[in-house]
């Protein structure tokens, strides 16, 4: 994996979209308190809002990171400050 200064050679995949899915936690709520859920109910998740989020693309962990406030744009919108760069598990590619 080339270092940050390391320019990356671009190639025909270079701008090719990939969606990251930010994970900010999960909830385990039972059957019937799921059939219970209506709008405005609120389903606790198992993070606190302080805790890092999870990064994925597809199923794959591939780093963490901070929510935030994004610097540009609306005041509303989210970002996610990159904490953490998971290294592949190369036994699994």
């Not at 780093?63 to 400050?81: D, I």
């Amino acid at each position: 994996m080339p270092d940050k200064t390391t320019p990356v050679k671009a190639t025909p995949f270079s701008n090719v979209p990939v969606e990251i899915t930010v994970s900010v936690g999960r909830a385990r709520p039972s059957i019937r308190d799921l059939l219970d859920l209506t709008e405005n109910s609120v389903l606790t998740l198992d993070k606190t809002v302080d805790a890092p989020v999870d990064l994925f693309i597809g199923d794959r962990l591939v780093g963490r990171g901070q929510l935030e406030e994004a610097e540009e744009g609306a005041p509303e919108m989210l970002a996610v400050r990159i904490t953490e760069i998971v290294e592949p598990d190369m036994g699994t590619l």
